[in-house]
């Protein structure tokens, strides 16, 4: 035994970035992405005292059942809808998420897939690739102009804000609606104006999604509310997948009462419907919105941190910089 800390880290990671967490824990980190099932999840936690982790591992009261030795879970990503928080805290195991680090990434590729979808992007790629291109056509690959437009944006945090704060680079008027309104100063900053749900479909040209996963959000975006946008409208999504309805937004294409879609996220990923494949005027991505080398190293940098913290260790040791409920820590020490 070295006396160190056990740490496991389900997703590979660049050894650049393992191999210094080695001077205080004992390592073990995946080599390949892979998804794990409930048993598997609940023996490797069962060995570790703390344990990096990504969206795709579900973990709650099963997988930390009768678990004595695990501090601390870091989630690789500022959603943690994957985490059962309660049950978590219940077993006094602390969580952790990485916010902030990838609003600018984010808002980037937010702007990247509505320009993608809105001007054909992806479509004429594989048109091109496919040779069938034999000379251009005045009247072919039409898309909307994005400039001038209206952007509406559902959930305006800190991601939410910074794809509006672009907007004025393309003479966009940008609309929102949030749970709460913002502040009048933030609303000046970033050039935007408060409406209601309903205001906010009828509105925007360009809807992009940008609202956590939760049992109120949940197909928060289904038929009434796709029938509500305006006919041409294009929809983008860097939110999670269970936010919209697929089925109900496949019936919307297929009516044509939408220009288009964008998605990052899906509701079963990494499997995507079928029906979403036969689309050309649906840009496709696989969860990649945070994914610049930059911002990435920082959401790693960020875990272990956290993992650092919740383990006694480092600057900020006992207060885990982005700790999702530290009551837990609490309820440990007390114990």
């Known amino acids: 035994m070295s006396g160190k800390p056990k740490l496991w880290i389900s997703r590979e990671l660049f050894p650049e970035w393992v191999d210094p967490i080695r001077e205080w824990a004992d390592v073990e980190a995946a080599t390949e992405e892979r998804a794990y099932s409930p048993a598997e999840l609940k023996a490797r936690l069962a060995d570790v005292d703390a344990a990096m982790v990504g969206l795709s591992d579900r973990i709650g009261a099963e997988e930390v059942a009768g678990n004595t030795r695990l501090k601390v879970i870091a989630n690789l990503g500022v959603g943690y809808n994957n985490l059962d928080i309660p049950a978590l805290t219940a077993a006094g195991i602390v969580a952790t998420n990485t916010p902030d680090v990838l609003n600018e990434s984010v808002a980037d590729y937010a702007w990247a897939l509505m320009l993608a979808a809105a001007r054909r992007v992806a479509e004429s790629d594989r048109f091109v690739r496919s040779g069938a291109w034999k000379g251009s056509a005045f009247t072919r690959w039409l898309g909307p102009d994005v400039h001038g437009k209206t952007l509406g944006i559902l959930g305006m945090g800190r991601i939410g804000r910074a794809i509006a704060r672009r907007a004025a680079g393309f003479s966009m008027p ?14 000046q900053e970033v050039g ?15 809807l992009i999604l940008v609202v956590p996963l939760t049992p109120e959000s949940h197909h928060s975006i289904g038929a009434a509310e796709l029938a509500l946008m305006k006919p041409g409208a294009l929809l983008v999504n860097v939110a999670r997948g269970g936010i919209v309805d697929e089925l109900a937004l496949i019936e919307a ?9 964008a998605l990052d996220v899906f509701e079963g990923e990494p499997q995507v419907r079928a029906q979403l494949l036969e689309f050309d005027n649906v840009v496709l991505s696989p969860h990649i919105a945070s994914a610049s080398a930059e911002t990435r190293r920082a959401m790693a940098m960020l875990a272990i941190e956290n993992v650092r913290a919740a383990l006694g260790l480092g600057e900020q040791a006992g207060h885990p910089p982005t700790a999702l409920n530290p009551e837990a820590l609490a309820s440990r020490r007390a114990d």
Do not use: I, P
């Not at 294409?253 to 879609?261: I, K, N, Q, V």
């Open 174 to 187: 940008v609309v929102y609606h949030n749970r709460s309104q913002l502040s009048a100063e933030l609303e």
């Open 192 to 206: 935007a104006r408060y409406v209601s749900k309903q205001a906010l479909l009828r509105e925007a040209d360009f």
């Open 253 to 261: 294409l297929r009516g044509e009462r939408l220009a288009g879609a």
